[in-house]
């Protein structure tokens, strides 16, 4: 059974940091892509970034770009998202997901929120 949860949403004031962490288990994931959406009330789900089990490359929304970075850890089946300078406009539910070919898996989503 394929389970994926996160960790590491709250509530902080702008220009403040979190850590999100997302595990998987139930299989290897050392070649599955990983990546973080967000989501907020009465808008539409939204790509935040990415990293490929490819070759380790990297992509970013441009609103995150040079704030957030994203990371792996193979063997723990973890990919976790650094958030610095955090701005109001960040809070959203943010969900991971394991994906490869045809099969991906997605996180419950934690909450985070910025407040001015």
């Known amino acids: 059974q394929v389970q994926v949860a996160e960790s590491g949403g709250g509530l902080v004031q702008a220009g403040g940091s979190l850590r999100l962490s997302c595990h998987a288990s139930?299989?290897?994931?050392?070649?599955?892509?990983m990546g973080w959406f967000r989501q907020a009330p009465g808008r539409e789900r939204q790509f935040v970034a990415a990293?490929?089990?490819?070759?380790?490359?990297?992509t970013y929304a441009d609103s995150v770009k040079g704030r957030f970075t994203i990371s792996r850890d193979n063997a723990q089946n973890t990919v976790y998202l650094q958030m610095n300078s955090l701005k109001p406009e960040d809070t959203a539910v943010y969900s991971c997901?394991?994906?490869?070919?045809?099969?991906?898996?997605w996180g419950q989503g934690t909450q985070v929120t910025v407040s001015s």
């Open positions: 139930g299989r290897t994931f050392s070649s599955y892509h």
């Open positions: 997901i394991f994906w490869y070919g045809g099969n991906d898996y």
């Open positions: 990293i490929y089990g490819s070759d380790g490359s990297t």
